[in-house]
């Protein structure tokens, strides 16, 4: 995707350097705008190999509100192996990460948690809403939540996602406080994509514009060489996506194995090293 080199091109010319918590220093810009007509294809990179099973197992956790590790690997998703709930010490408990935030923002979590007092589930609220008043402006889902910070494995980097209805079509756009562009936004952008797919789903309109907004958009300093070699490959021809299965369709339903990619033929997966923690 030649928006996505564009952003990583202009970090590596004009990255400030900064120190930040994992100890590995970062150049970083701010407020890259990243924006994709999903009629032109799947915002899947083809510059690199992508682990399309681990975006889309994730997705499906946060659409349930999974907070269990074992979870997510059990079904060969490893993107939350080195994180755990700060206050429960390691473990399977994730905290009440991305998920619990979609679909019970408020609900008290464990015996210590004493600022929260009520439950509202932000995901069923937009379903209902995109089948009864499509065109409110109100459809927002957010991960950030203060009170439980402490307690999610690692603090949302998404923080927030919004729906907007124009025509027959439905417009995702979603704003990213900090950004690991070479490992997580390349995830983030396949991740919100697919959801916005479902979302076309489960209520019948169009698939339409996905945005991002990328505040604290960085490069760490020893993915430098491997960011420079990523561009300097011909983008390819984006892949398209299918959701199958058989009878009614039920987002709450959706596994990930309940997809079909099509001509995704990228090139060999780089090497970044592991994630920073």
């Known amino acids: 995707m030649k928006q996505y080199l564009d952003i990583v091109d202009n970090v590596l010319h004009n990255g400030v350097k900064k120190d930040n918590r994992t100890g590995i220093s970062t150049i970083s810009t701010f407020a890259e705008t990243f924006r994709h007509d999903m009629s032109e294809g799947f915002p899947l990179l ?164 996905l945005h991002g907004t990328l505040s604290d958009c960085h490069i760490y300093e020893n993915q430098i060489d491997q960011a420079k070699h990523q561009i300097n490959r011909i983008a390819k021809e984006l892949p398209t996506m299918d959701i199958v299965g058989t009878g009614e369709f039920n987002i709450y339903n959706w596994r990930s194995d309940l997809i079909e990619l099509k001509n995704y033929n990228p090139h060999p997966k780089i090497d970044f090293g592991p994630v920073a923690v």
């Open 46 to 209: 083809t510059t690199k190999k992508m682990a399309i099973n681990a975006i889309l197992v994730e997705l499906e956790g946060f659409i349930k509100g999974i907070t269990s590790k074992k979870w997510y690997q059990d079904k060969g998703c490893n993107i939350w192996n080195e994180w755990s709930n700060p206050l429960a010490g390691p473990g399977d408990d994730l905290g009440p990460i991305y998920g619990y935030q979609w679909r019970r923002f408020g609900q008290v979590y464990d015996e210590d948690d004493d600022g929260c007092l009520f439950k509202h589930d932000q995901f069923n609220n937009i379903i209902n809403t995109l089948k009864n008043n499509p065109h409110d402006r109100r459809m927002v889902c957010s991960a950030w939540n203060p009170i439980h910070a402490s307690r999610m494995a690692l603090p949302p980097c998404h923080v927030l996602w919004n729906v907007v209805i124009l025509g027959d079509k439905l417009n995702l756009a979603w704003y990213q406080r900090s950004c690991d562009l070479m490992l997580g936004v390349p995830f983030n952008i396949a991740s919100y994509a697919t959801l916005l797919l479902l979302l076309c789903k489960e209520s019948g309109f169009k698939p339409g514009i």
